[in-house]
């Protein structure tokens, strides 16, 4: 099984760094160049379903569970599963008076037909894809929250 943890602490109100951070279609903009395409395909109270399109023009439909007021969000890979047998993912928000820290916690197993590489290649690309998108959302939350509170 494997298992990826990272973090960055962004200084901003927890609404925003949430809301933000949930939005699915600026995740184009939040992911880099990792996502072409995020479309929401479904809203059903806090559930979320939705179509990311990776740089290779590979497509999967993910659903998502947005539980703002215990600051967390919780996700799952649904179709198709290939590469993966599963792959569940959540998101932590952690309030302290100068900020947020937010976390992402992956676990996931690799199919054991998928031959290209191996699950700690995997995870190891997870790791690093996970670094260099929390740094995105950093910069990017931390610049909106900076230009609504000089709009104050």
Known sequence: MGHT??????????????DVSNHIERWTELFGDEYVKAEVLSRVGNEITFRLTDDESKSWVSKRWLYKDLKFAYASRHDPMFPFLYMKIIWLYHETKEGILMTWIQDFEMDPNFTKFSEEQI????????????RIFKRVIEKESMELAAKK
Do not use: D, R
């Not at 943890?5 to 949430?18: D, G, R, T, W």
């Not at 995870?123 to 929390?134: A, K, M, R, T, V």
């Open 123 to 134: 995870e190891g690309f997870i790791n690093e894809h996970s670094q260099h998108n929390l």
């Open 5 to 18: 943890h990272n973090s960055i602490f962004i200084k901003a109100p927890y609404s925003l760094v949430f």
